[in-house]
C-alpha cells in the first residue's frame, strides 16, 4: 500500500488538531468549572438541568414575591398596632364620658378629644407602603380608602384583597380590605347593638327618657341571630316588637301572628311596674329604665348584620357630647342611649381590629414557613445541578495530563514520521 506524502501530512495533522481540541475541552471544562460546555456533552444531564434551572428559577420568583407580601403584612401591622392603642384610648374617653359629674363643658372637651382621635384614625385608615399605594384600599391602590361623602366618611375602596402568589398552590392576601377593619363587627359576634329614636308619631327624637343598653339570649333554642327588633311604645307601660329578619335583601318581615310559627308570640307586651327589661320575644331581652313617651322607638339589631362604622360612630358620640344635656332629663337619656350604642360599637370594632391583627400575624408566619421549605428546596435544586453540571477536579486533572500527553505524543510521533525519507535512511 503506498501512502502519499499528502496523506501523510493530513493525517499527521488531523491527529495532532483532535488531541488539541481534546485537551481545549478539558481546559474550557476546568475555567468554567462545568462538567457540560455544550448540550452535546450529555444530553439528557442537559435537559434535566433546563428543568431545574427552571424550577430554581420559579422557586425564587416565589422567594421574592414572599419579601413583598412581608413586607406589605408589616406596615399593616404597624398601622394595626397604633390603631389598637388609639382604639383603647379611645374606648376609655367614651367611658369617661359616661360619667354623671361632668358638665357640658367637660363633655365638649372630651368630644374635641375624640374629634382629634378620629382624624388620626382617618389618617391610619389611608396610610399607604413604601410604593405610595394605599394599604387599605382593596385593589384600588391609587385611591384613598376613606373620604368624606355628605359629611360621611364613607370606603371608597373596593373588597378585593391583593393576593400574591406565595408558593405554587398557595396565595396569601398581602393587605386587607379597609371595610372589613373599620366598619364590620368581629365575626362570629353574636352580639347586640341598641340605639334610640326617632320618636314615631313626630319628627325628632325620643320625647321621654327611656335609656335601653344591652340585649340578651334568654332562651338560646328561639333565639335568631338574623332578627333585628324595632320597639315602639304605644303608652308609658306598653309597646310593640316588630321583628325583621335583616339576613335577606331586603329584609324580611316576620310576623310572631304567623300560624306556621310555632311561637305564636304576641306583637303587644307591657311593661311591669319597676321592670328593667323588654320583652322582644324569640327569647330576647333588653335592658331598660326611664320614662318613655309616646312614639318613643328603641332598636336592637344584631352586631353581624350592622354596619359598624367606626368614623360613623365617633362622629354621632362627637354630636352627642356637643349637645348640653345636664339641665334636659330628655337630653341626658339622649346621650346615654348614644353612650351605650357607641361602646357596644366600639367594643366590636375594637375586637375586629385584633381579629385582623391576629390574621396578619399568622399569615406572616406561614411565609416565614414557606420561606423555610423555599430554602431548602432551593438547596435541593443547587445539589442536583452540581450533580449533573459540576466538575471533578482530580478527574478533570487527570484528563488534562493525559490529553496533554497524547497531544504531545501526536507531535512527536508526526515529527518523527516526517524525518523517515529514503535519502535519511540511506545516508545512515
Request: hydrophobic fraction near 35%.
Amino acid at each position: 500500500m503506498r501512502i502519499s506524502t499528502s496523506l501523510l501530512f493530513n493525517t499527521g495533522l488531523t491527529t495532532i488538531n483532535n488531541q488539541q481540541a481534546d485537551l481545549m475541552h478539558v481546559m474550557q471544562q476546568m475555567g468554567e468549572n462545568r462538567r457540560m460546555t455544550s448540550p452535546a456533552d450529555d444530553p439528557l444531564a442537559a435537559a434535566q438541568s433546563i428543568n431545574i434551572a427552571q424550577s430554581q428559577a420559579l422557586n425564587q420568583r416565589f422567594a421574592d414575591n414572599r419579601a413583598v407580601a412581608m413586607r406589605d403584612l408589616g406596615a399593616e401591622e404597624n398601622t394595626l398596632e397604633s390603631l389598637v392603642l388609639l382604639m383603647q384610648d379611645v374606648q376609655t374617653r367614651v367611658v369617661e364620658a359616661g360619667n354623671g359629674t361632668l358638665s357640658d363643658a367637660d363633655r365638649a372637651t372630651l368630644s374635641g378629644v375624640l374629634a382629634s382621635a378620629r382624624e388620626t384614625m382617618l389618617g391610619l385608615a389611608n396610610a399607604t407602603d413604601g410604593n405610595g399605594q394605599y394599604l387599605f384600599s382593596g385593589s384600588q391602590g391609587q385611591t384613598s380608602p376613606y373620604q368624606l361623602v355628605g359629611g360621611r366618611y364613607v370606603y371608597q375602596g373596593d373588597t378585593q384583597q391583593r393576593n400574591i402568589q406565595a408558593d405554587q398552590t398557595r396565595q396569601i392576601a398581602g393587605g386587607d380590605v379597609g371595610s372589613d377593619i373599620f366598619n364590620r363587627a368581629q365575626p362570629g359576634t353574636r352580639g347586640y347593638t341598641t340605639s334610640a329614636g326617632p320618636n314615631a308619631t313626630t319628627p325628632g327624637p325620643n320625647l321621654g327618657t327611656g335609656v335601653v343598653s344591652k340585649a340578651s339570649v334568654t332562651d338560646s333554642s328561639l333565639a335568631n341571630i338574623n332578627y333585628a327588633y324595632k320597639v315602639e311604645f304605644t303608652s308609658e307601660t306598653s309597646y310593640t316588637v316588630t321583628v325583621t329578619d335583616v339576613s335577606t335583601d331586603p329584609a324580611t318581615p316576620v310576623s310572631p301572628a304567623d300560624p306556621l310559627d310555632p311561637l305564636d308570640l304576641p306583637v303587644s307586651y307591657t311593661l311591669a311596674p319597676g321592670a328593667k327589661t323588654l320583652e322582644l320575644g324569640y327569647g330576647m331581652q333588653v335592658q331598660f329604665e326611664g320614662t318613655p313617651q309616646i312614639g318613643d322607638t328603641f332598636g336592637v339589631d344584631p352586631l353581624v348584620h350592622t354596619d359598624v362604622n367606626v368614623f360613623d360612630t365617633l362622629g354621632d358620640l362627637i354630636t352627642a357630647l356637643n349637645s348640653p344635656s345636664s339641665v334636659d332629663a330628655t337630653g341626658t337619656a339622649a346621650l346615654r342611649n348614644v353612650l351605650n350604642s357607641s361602646i357596644q360599637r366600639l367594643t366590636t370594632s375594637y375586637d375586629n381590629i385584633l381579629t385582623v391583627r391576629a390574621s396578619v400575624g399568622a399569615r406572616m408566619n406561614e411565609l416565614e414557613s414557606l420561606d423555610t421549605n423555599g430554602t431548602q428546596r432551593n438547596l435541593g435544586y443547587t445539589t442536583a445541578l452540581e450533580d449533573l453540571e459540576g466538575l471533578d477536579f482530580y478527574d478533570a486533572t487527570m484528563k488534562l495530563n493525559l490529553r496533554k500527553m497524547a497531544l504531545e505524543g501526536a507531535a512527536l510521533a508526526f515529527k518523527t514520521i516526517q524525518n523517515m525519507s529514503l535519502f535519511n535512511m540511506g545516508g545512515r
